[in-house]
C-alpha cells in the first residue's frame, strides 16, 4: 500500500463495512511504519490488510475484503501471506480482534490456526448507539 492508494482504499473499505476505517486510519499506519499491504486481481482492488509489529509479535489491525470479492478465498489467500510474512520477520505470535457477532470471521480464523485468547467489552461500535464485545485471537504464525 502507498500514499497513492489511499483514496481507493478508503472506497473499498466505506463499502466493506458499517464502521469502516477512514483514509486517515490507513494513512496513519504508513506514517507509523506499520506493514500496509493490499491485494490485486486483474488491477482491481481485491482486499487490504494492516500489520502492527511490535519486537516477536505482530497485531492484525485490519483486513477486509471487497463485498464484490468475497467468499472467493481472498480473505484465506491474505491471510496466509500475512502468517508467512510474519514467520519471515521473526514474529512468535499474531494477533487481532473480531466482532463477537462476526461468526464468518470467527470460522474463518479457526480453521487457520488462531484460538481465542480473551475479549474485550464494548470494545466495537455498533449501531444505535451501542457498542459489541471483541474476540481476542491469536495465533503462531
Not at 490485486?40 to 483486513?63: F, K, T, W
Request: with cysteine; charged share 25%.
Amino acid at each position: 500500500m502507498q500514499e497513492e492508494d489511499l483514496d481507493e482504499v478508503a472506497a473499498c473499505e466505506a463499502r466493506a463495512t458499517a464502521f469502516a476505517w477512514s483514509r486517515q486510519h490507513f494513512a496513519d499506519s504508513l506514517a507509523a511504519g506499520y506493514a500496509c499491504w493490499l491485494m490485486r486481481r486483474d488491477g482491481e482492488l481485491v482486499g487490504q490488510a494492516v500489520v502492527m509489529n511490535v519486537l516477536d509479535e505482530a497485531h492484525l489491525l485490519i483486513i477486509s475484503v471487497a463485498l464484490e470479492w468475497r467468499r472467493r478465498g481472498f480473505a484465506r489467500q491474505l491471510l496466509a501471506h500475512l502468517r508467512s510474512h510474519a514467520r519471515e520477520v521473526g514474529v512468535a505470535q499474531l494477533f487481532l480482534e473480531v466482532r463477537a457477532s462476526n461468526e464468518a470471521a470467527i470460522a474463518l480464523y479457526r480453521t487457520c490456526g488462531f484460538e481465542e485468547v480473551g475479549r474485550r467489552k464494548s470494545y466495537y461500535p455498533a449501531p444505535g448507539g451501542l457498542r459489541e464485545d471483541a474476540l481476542v485471537l491469536r495465533c503462531v504464525p
